[in-house]
């Protein structure tokens, strides 16, 4: 009932940024939380930023600092601001959402977008 397009990957040096963006279509009902979550090479999937409805933020301890999510309820649109790119960072990028807050914590969501690579040249 919901479909996640993410788009705003692509190729970027170290130092940096990228401007993420998750769409969501759908029942709004299932977008309480939404999630940035990666997959690096070699390594499981990891949060990189999650949000609530109500503007409550969750970071992989990687990215502090670095990266801000946000979103917009009102176009069920979900952003990653990604500066101070590292060759670290490099992956692909998955959208998620679900219909309960706590799911920036836990990590369970019942949908997920296509993804979208994001690769850091050093």
């Known amino acids: 009932q919901v479909q996640l397009v993410e788009s705003g990957g692509g190729l970027v040096q170290a130092g940096g940024s990228l401007r993420l963006s998750c769409s969501a279509s759908?029942?709004?009902?299932?977008?309480?939380?939404m999630g940035w979550y990666r997959q690096v090479p070699g390594k499981q999937r990891e949060l990189v930023a999650a949000?609530?409805?109500?503007?409550?933020?969750n970071y992989g301890d990687s990215v502090k600092g670095r990266f801000t999510v946000s979103r917009d309820n009102a176009r069920s649109t979900m952003y990653l601001q990604a500066k101070s790119l590292k060759p670290d960072d490099t992956g692909v990028y998955y959208c998620?959402?679900?219909?309960?807050?706590?799911?920036?914590?836990?990590?369970?969501?019942?949908?997920w977008g296509q993804g979208t690579q994001v690769t850091v040249s050093s």
């Open positions: 998620a959402a679900g219909s309960t807050s706590w799911s920036i914590f836990n990590g369970e969501y019942d949908y």
């Open positions: 759908g029942s709004s009902c299932s977008t309480d939380a």
């Open positions: 949000i609530t409805s109500g503007g409550t933020t």
